[in-house]
């Protein structure tokens, strides 16, 4: 069973820094696309950042120059670096990964169980 496990969540003051993990385990075949995406109460949830298993990212423009996104292919890890935090920034952070547990099977979507990031003085 593929499982993606998420950590680095916490409260922070204005202007500070955080850094999210996500962890894939299980069977599979391979990771394609790698992100994070991030939900406040009432809202749908946005894309914060992305990355292709070839590197190439992806950011909102609300967390551009302040956000960035990497990955660990030999770990199955993908990490978000949050500098220069800012309340709006407060939401829970869900960690998602297109994984094809075989060669002969199609990608899917896997979501982490969040982390609740909280920036307030």
């Known amino acids: 069973q593929v499982q993606l496990v998420e950590s680095g969540g916490g409260l922070v003051q204005p202007g500070g820094s955080l850094r999210l993990s996500c962890a894939a385990s299980?069977?599979?075949?391979?990771?394609?696309?790698m992100g994070w995406y991030r939900q406040t109460p009432g809202k749908q949830r946005e894309l914060v950042a992305g990355?292709?298993?070839?590197?190439?990212?992806d950011y909102a423009d609300s967390v551009k120059g302040r956000f960035t996104i990497s990955r660990d292919n030999a770990k199955n890890t993908v990490y978000l670096q949050m500098n220069s935090l800012k309340p709006e920034d407060t939401a829970v952070y869900y960690c998602?990964?297109?994984?094809?547990?075989?060669?002969?099977?199609?990608?899917?979507?896997?979501w982490g169980q969040g982390t609740q990031v909280t920036v307030s003085s």
């Open positions: 998602n990964a297109d994984i094809r547990q075989t060669l002969y099977l199609s990608y899917t979507p896997y």
């Open positions: 299980g069977r599979f075949f391979n990771i394609a696309t």
């Open positions: 990355i292709s298993s070839g590197g190439s990212t």
